[in-house]
């Protein structure tokens, strides 16, 4: 079975552009959900999709959104980036339900110059 | 608010020995994930805990889970470097309907 998916792995950017991540789920499972890892803060909950709903929400400003599609393939978007948000940005997917074991892609590494 | 604290939060251990990583939580669960991440690299998922008593073990590692207390613990047994890691512990609080709430992890360094 396919793990978790994510593009690109690495990516720089400069401050006030903006930037698009990808995540392919595991087959079968239809939440998807988003931290921000850092050395300072560390896993930090973003948001998680499920069935094309997002279903839960952590404490970051609108800049952050996120977007599932039909096949549960997920993107998140960060608009006018700021150097703090340097970051790992990691996907996970479950089968949102009963039990949340979640699996982990292999993130992506955003550095914002 | 749900609440998980892990200690200790750095542990550096001698290989050979045993030592035992603590996760408390704040409100009654009793859905419980272990998780590992070496340096630069992913979580990868290690223990599922889904009941009061619940133990599992994987090699060096044991997990174990007592609801009441609102504990659960990840035992090393006779450490070697390869368990060198992030371990984190996360709870779920309504499964399905609630995002799993993670410590902030505990850094273990196994040296000879």
């Known amino acids: 079975k396919a793990g978790v998916t994510q593009t690109p792995r690495y990516l720089i950017k400069t401050r006030g552009q903006q930037v698009t991540l990808s995540c392919s789920p595991i087959?079968?499972?239809?939440?998807v959900s988003w931290y921000q890892q850092t050395p300072g803060q560390g896993l930090q909950f973003l948001f998680e999709?499920?069935?094309?709903?997002?279903?839960n929400k952590g404490n970051f400003p609108g800049r952050f959104s996120g977007r599932q599609f039909s096949n549960s393939r997920s993107e998140m978007n960060v608009s006018t980036l700021e150097l703090g948000d340097s970051a790992l940005y990691l996907c996970a997917s479950s089968l949102g339900q009963i039990i949340n074991e979640q699996f982990f892609g292999p993130g992506t590494r955003l550095t914002v110059l | 608010e749900l609440k998980v604290e892990q200690n200790p939060l750095f542990l550096s251990m001698q290989e050979g020995k045993n030592y035992t990583i603590y996760c408390n939580y704040s409100?009654?669960?009793?859905?419980l994930y272990w998780y590992r991440q070496d340096p630069g690299k992913s979580l990868e998922s290690l223990f599922v805990?889904?009941?009061?008593?619940a133990v599992k073990q994987e090699g060096r590692l044991m997990a174990s889970l007592d609801t009441k207390a609102r504990l659960s613990t990840l035992h090393i047994t006779a450490a070697v470097h390869d368990l060198s890691a992030t371990y984190f512990c996360?709870?779920?609080?309504?499964?399905?309907?609630?995002?799993?709430?993670f410590g902030k992890g505990t850094r273990l360094s196994v040296i000879a």
């Open positions: 087959s079968g499972h239809r939440s």
């Open positions: 999709y499920f069935s094309e709903t997002q279903r």
């Open positions: 805990l889904l009941s009061n008593g």
């Open positions: 996360a709870v779920d609080l309504i499964p399905g309907n609630t995002p799993l709430v």
């Open positions: 409100t009654t669960s009793d859905r």
